[in-house]
């Protein structure tokens, strides 16, 4: 456990200099890495979203395109 701590402070200290939140106080340290972690959850979750649905409309064209040997109907209005 003291190991998993060690790992996620040496992150937190490493986003802290990489974004040069380092120089400004606590509070807005913790504020700012908050924010990017909300940004960084709603970017993998739309991922895990966008991702299966588009990959879903891709196999179903293929699908259809591969084993549909008849023409589409035309429409005639």
Request: glycine share 2%; charged share 15%.
């Amino acid at each position: 456990m003291n190991c998993i701590m060690k790992h996620l402070e040496r992150i937190y200290m490493q986003v802290l200099y990489a974004t040069a939140l380092n120089v400004c106080e606590p509070w807005e340290q913790k504020l700012a890495c908050g924010i990017l972690m909300i940004i960084l959850a709603l970017f993998l979750m739309s991922i895990l979203v966008l991702i299966p649905s588009e990959l879903m409309v891709f196999i179903d064209f293929f699908l259809f395109r591969a084993f549909n040997n008849t023409e589409m109907p035309s429409k005639n209005n």
